[in-house]
């Protein structure tokens, strides 16, 4: 592949994924009000579209028409920063993302004089062989987008969000990492597509590590500040948390960054744990291309699905317990988990 | 080319974080400068093909470290510092010092500048080599580290939990009675 294909290629394919994952991110927040409308006996959005289907796209224009307040007493050079900084880790650490197998484009002859193809390339932005870490190290960067816009808001409930959000996110991103080795030491690769490929015939990782996949699971609520674990932005004792002094499009950033990372959460337990894109494939060759993809946007919207269940059915957590489950219950946890697999490996090796 | 491109874009960010570091007077930016600095020698690594070691910079320093410093400096809510003239002793012993380590250092590269050089990436980047070398041909030394952190984490813990505190946990637990002072306090876990 020459280097201007590979370039014409990775644009198309980062502007694809950013907007699937931006509309994927507008309609998890209908997802969300729908499923807890109906949770709670109420019908949620109607009045926009056909369901309220509409509903993401009117809410966005609002919160451009919005007027974007700025109040004196910010710090405004890192005010300003916060926000971008949230949203761009959010949708970069989706780059490492697979999303299926490869896709085989023909040779496609436009004209006389210009031809396309033949293209082999995977359905992911880019393979590198240290996904799993890429992604890692990309979500502990968006710490700073939450604390920075809790500091330099310069009000009390802001400050105490944006100080309980990095020690949560923290202390979980411990256990989280932790959660992960298990599959790893199955796998013996960081990168997310081999992982995948390890888990052919339903040798999901889900039966081989189920420890490791609810303390995965649990950690990822806390990363992404989701009830039981939104003490961050606890609305009855603090307002909205870091982001109260957040208001139009700024405030949409944050909320756009949260369920961007919950995307990518839910992305990640997919290929971890659930065998990503596989399922049964069948028919032509392009239904071969494509039902894997399907496979696996089913199964990340199970796991929002999920996310929305949890946020509507247990009540938030105390501070001091939240810390105590992490540090006490969740960590010893993983760690023990970690030491049973590598001695299950090196006994069976 | 690209590379050489690259590395100069990375290495002058990097440099520039350095200064701005230093020039800054309020800790937070001080501190986000600092994370520029981390994050950019993470792409110089990533330009050396060690992507391992790139991807550990930015989790490990960019991530944890610079993380709780900036909560630390948020939580102790650090104003602007005060600027001193500087000691006599720094201006005596360290600008002379700076000045024959950067002679030193350039004086070795270009002495050395047609020793054997390697190729971008053929040295061992990859996880399974840093492994092999951590867990194989350098355990001894990596086991020491490891405990030589595991002492520095005890030394925190001691200086940390004052004589007082420990004093009234035993006393607790004796008779069994939560001193009401200690309910909810945030200090104790």
Same mark, same amino acid.
């Given at each position: 592949?020459?280097?201007?294909?590979?370039?014409?290629?990775?644009?198309?394919?980062?502007?694809?994924?950013?907007?699937?994952?931006?509309?994927?991110?507008?309609?998890?927040?209908?997802?969300?009000?729908?499923?807890?409308?109906?949770?709670?006996?109420?019908?949620?959005?109607?009045?926009?579209?056909?369901?309220?289907?509409?509903?993401?796209?009117?809410?966005?224009?609002?919160?451009?028409?919005?007027?974007?307040?700025?109040?004196?007493?910010?710090?405004?050079?890192?005010?300003?920063?916060? *926000?971008?900084?949230?949203?761009?880790?959010?949708?970069?650490?989706?780059?490492?993302?697979?999303?299926?197998?490869?896709?085989?484009?023909?040779?496609?002859?436009?004209?006389?004089?210009?031809?396309?193809?033949?293209?082999?390339?995977?359905?992911?932005?880019?393979?590198?062989?240290?996904?799993?870490?890429?992604?890692?190290?990309?979500?502990?960067?968006?710490?700073?987008?939450?604390?920075?816009?809790?500091?330099?808001?310069?009000?009390?409930?802001?400050?105490?969000?944006?100080?309980?959000?990095?020690?949560?996110?923290?202390?979980?991103?411990?256990?989280?990492?932790?959660?992960?080795?298990?599959?790893?030491?199955?796998?013996?690769?960081?990168?997310?597509?081999?992982?995948?490929?390890?888990?052919?015939?339903?040798?999901?990782?889900?039966?081989?590590?189920?420890?490791?996949?609810?303390?995965?699971?649990?950690?990822?609520?806390?990363?992404?500040?989701?009830? *039981?674990?939104?003490?961050?932005?606890?609305?009855?004792?603090?307002?909205?948390?870091?982001?109260?002094?957040?208001?139009?499009?700024?405030?949409?950033?944050?909320?756009?960054?949260?369920?961007?990372?919950?995307?990518?959460?839910?992305?990640?337990?997919?290929?971890?744990?659930?065998?990503?894109?596989?399922?049964?494939?069948?028919?032509?060759?392009?239904?071969?291309?494509?039902?894997?993809?399907?496979?696996?946007?089913?199964?990340?919207?199970?796991?929002?699905?999920?996310?929305?269940?949890?946020?509507?059915?247990?009540?938030?957590?105390?501070?001091?317990?939240?810390?105590?489950?992490?540090?006490?219950?969740?960590?010893?946890?993983?760690?023990?988990?970690?030491?049973?697999?590598?001695?299950?490996?090196?006994?069976?090796? | 080319?690209?590379?050489?491109?690259?590395?100069?874009?990375?290495?002058?960010?990097?440099?520039?974080? !350095?200064?701005?570091?230093?020039?800054?007077?309020?800790? =937070?930016?001080?501190?986000?400068?600092?994370?520029?600095?981390?994050?950019?020698?993470?792409?110089?690594?990533?330009?050396?093909? !060690?992507?391992?070691?790139?991807?550990?910079?930015?989790?490990?320093?960019?991530?944890? =470290?610079?993380?709780?410093?900036?909560?630390?400096?948020?939580?102790?809510?650090?104003?602007?510092?005060?600027?001193?003239?500087?000691?006599?002793?720094?201006?005596?012993?360290?600008?002379?010092?700076?000045?024959?380590?950067?002679?030193?250092?350039?004086?070795?590269?270009?002495?050395?500048?047609? !020793?054997?050089?390697?190729? =971008?990436?053929?040295?061992?980047?990859?996880?399974?080599? =840093?492994?092999?070398?951590?867990?194989?041909?350098?355990?001894?030394?990596?086991?020491?580290?490891?405990?030589?952190?595991?002492?520095?984490?005890?030394?925190?813990?001691?200086?940390?939990?004052?004589?007082?505190?420990?004093?009234?946990?035993?006393?607790?637990?004796?008779?069994?009675?939560?001193?009401?002072?200690?309910?909810?306090?945030?200090?104790?876990?």
């Amino acid at each position: 592949m020459s280097i201007t294909t590979f370039v014409i290629i990775s644009i198309i394919k980062s502007v694809a994924v950013i907007f699937i994952l931006l509309t994927a991110v507008a309609y998890s927040v209908w997802l969300e009000r729908k499923v807890s409308a109906h949770i709670q006996n109420r019908w949620g959005p109607t009045r926009v579209g056909p369901f309220g289907l509409l509903q993401p796209l009117a809410d966005g224009i609002k919160f451009i028409f919005k007027e974007d307040l700025t109040q004196p007493h910010v710090y405004k050079p890192l005010y300003i920063l916060a *926000p971008i900084l949230a949203v761009v880790f959010a949708i970069t650490s989706i780059s490492v993302v697979p999303f299926g197998n490869l896709m085989e484009i023909p040779e496609i002859n436009v004209g006389h004089w210009f031809t396309i193809g033949p293209i082999e390339t995977p359905f992911q932005i880019t393979d590198l062989n240290i996904g799993l870490l890429v992604i890692l190290g990309i979500t502990s960067m968006g710490v700073y987008g939450v604390a920075l816009a809790g500091w330099s808001s310069n009000s009390k409930y802001s400050l105490l969000g944006g100080l309980r959000a990095s020690a949560q996110m923290i202390s979980y991103e411990v256990s989280l990492g932790l959660s992960l080795v298990g599959v790893l030491i199955l796998t013996g690769s960081f990168s997310l597509r081999d992982i995948v490929m390890a888990q052919q015939h339903l040798h999901w990782n889900i039966f081989l590590q189920p420890v490791a996949f609810f303390t995965y699971l649990i950690s990822a609520y806390a990363e992404t500040n989701r009830t *039981p674990f939104d003490l961050p932005e606890a609305e009855s004792e603090l307002v909205a948390g870091y982001h109260t002094e957040y208001s139009a499009m700024k405030f949409a950033m944050f909320f756009m960054a949260e369920y961007a990372n919950m995307v990518t959460v839910a992305c990640l337990a997919t290929l971890l744990f659930f065998g990503g894109w596989m399922g049964p494939v069948l028919g032509p060759p392009l239904l071969r291309m494509v039902l894997p993809i399907v496979w696996f946007c089913l199964k990340v919207f199970f796991f929002m699905f999920l996310y929305v269940w949890v946020r509507w059915t247990l009540p938030r957590f105390r501070y001091d317990q939240l810390m105590a489950f992490g540090w006490k219950v969740l960590l010893p946890v993983a760690m023990a988990n970690v030491v049973v697999t590598a001695l299950i490996v090196a006994w069976r090796a | 080319m690209l590379h050489l491109i690259l590395f100069l874009f990375f290495g002058s960010i990097c440099v520039a974080g !350095a200064v701005n570091l230093l020039v800054q007077r309020h800790p =937070i930016d001080s501190a986000l400068s600092l994370v520029v600095v981390m994050a950019s020698l993470a792409a110089e690594y990533l330009l050396l093909g !060690a992507e391992f070691v790139a991807a550990i910079q930015v989790i490990v320093y960019a991530g944890a =470290i610079m993380v709780l410093f900036v909560f630390v400096i948020m939580l102790l809510n650090a104003g602007v510092e005060e600027r001193s003239k500087g000691s006599r002793v720094a201006i005596l012993l360290g600008i002379p010092g700076v000045v024959i380590g950067a002679v030193l250092v350039a004086w070795t590269l270009l002495h050395r500048a047609n !020793a054997e050089t390697v190729a =971008i990436g053929a040295l061992p980047g990859y996880p399974r080599d =840093i492994a092999w070398l951590l867990f194989h041909d350098f355990l001894l030394p990596f086991e020491v580290t490891s405990i030589l952190i595991l002492i520095a984490i005890l030394g925190a813990v001691v200086l940390a939990s004052r004589p007082e505190a420990v004093a009234r946990r035993h006393h607790e637990t004796e008779t069994a009675k939560p001193a009401p002072e200690l309910v909810g306090a945030g200090k104790e876990r």
